[in-house]
């Protein structure tokens, strides 16, 4: 399980847990693999306030910071967030405000408590520079991964310059190849089976195609990886490490309200869909009556990001932490992967990361077994 990656980095087990829980990340990382926070979320205060305590918590391991700067996006001529924001406020339709509350008022969503808080996305370069700033103000964090595309190059020039490995998700070959045109460490390789933003290429045809491409470039499998069996068909295709969403949704130490775990656990792997309706690009989620009603003749289109992740801000966090309001699921925000098929228990990130490890051997000594001089 030592692959030159992990060595590179100083961890046990190649297993990267992408999460935006806290005690996931430190978990994670205390049990052998590297756990990443999700920043799209936080203000930069905010962030400084979830590094602390990692830091706090983690001991002696890493971890990395997840941002969110899209190569594309409306807004991408302004130059202070504060102008970004403006913007973006005044670009958002009414209609589509009117659309979006009603649904939210018709499930019976409360409101939220404090009208004067405000939003905390980070979908721009703008943004993003600041919650990369604070990152590397933490020696502990030794990766920087960007979600949508090729980070500009003054973010990887100053990356590489703190001494820390920055690399990108690719759900296109493209992508990857214009990753390591960029000069990034790794690969983050999506196939459409993974939660949120993903792309239309299943990770078994997409995994093999990116290894070549980019090599020698580490790659990392993701979209489709719930447990060791299908962590091994990972590696066996030449990934240096496997990263992981879905999986840590429903552990222990997610934060996650009991309505969403609940979601989660009764869904099938045919109840994800692709759907523009909370970020404005596509993303795979849990399907509910919001993601069908954007998809309607009769109502508003999604609007571009980050516009659509503007306007559904304040249902996304309406829901999460309403999760319990009876009809609240009919309009959540659930990202998963189609592995949400797999996910029936709630467990320890510890025991998964046993779990996860010792089907990867067993299922290496069932094939090895298969072999004439075995």
Known sequence: MQTEFCKQLGVDA??????????VVVEVSRAGGIGVLGAVGFTPEQLREELDWIDAHIG?????????????YEGMDKSTPEELVAMIQDAIPQQHRDFAEKMLSDAGVPDWPDK??????????????ALVDEALTRPKCKMIVNALGTPPPEIVAQVHAAGRLIGALAGRLKHGIAHKEAGLDFVVCQGSEGGGHAGEVASMVLWPQMVDAVAPLPVLAAGGIANGRQMLAAMSMGAAGVWMGSRWLISNEAQAEPAQRESYKSASSEDTVRSRSFTGKTARMLKNEWTEAW???????????????YLTFDAVRRTHRYAGVEECQKVAFNPVGQVVGQMNAEESCRDI????????S?????????????
Request: glycine content about 6%; hydrophobic content about 35%; some cysteine.
């Open 14 to 23: 190649p297993i990267f847990a992408f999460t935006h829980c806290r005690d």
């Open 60 to 72: 002696d391991h890493i971890y990395g910071v997840d941002t969110a700067i899209p190569q594309k």
């Open 116 to 129: 004067n808080d405000g939003i905390t996305l980070s979908f721009s370069a703008v943004q993003a520079q």
């Open 295 to 309: 998809e309607r003749d009769d109502t508003p289109d999604p609007l571009p990001m980050p516009l659509q992740g």
């Open 353 to 360: 990361m046993f779990s996860l490890l010792t089907e990867y």
């Open 362 to 374: 067993d299922a290496l000594d069932r094939i090895n077994g298969l072999s004439p001089d075995a």
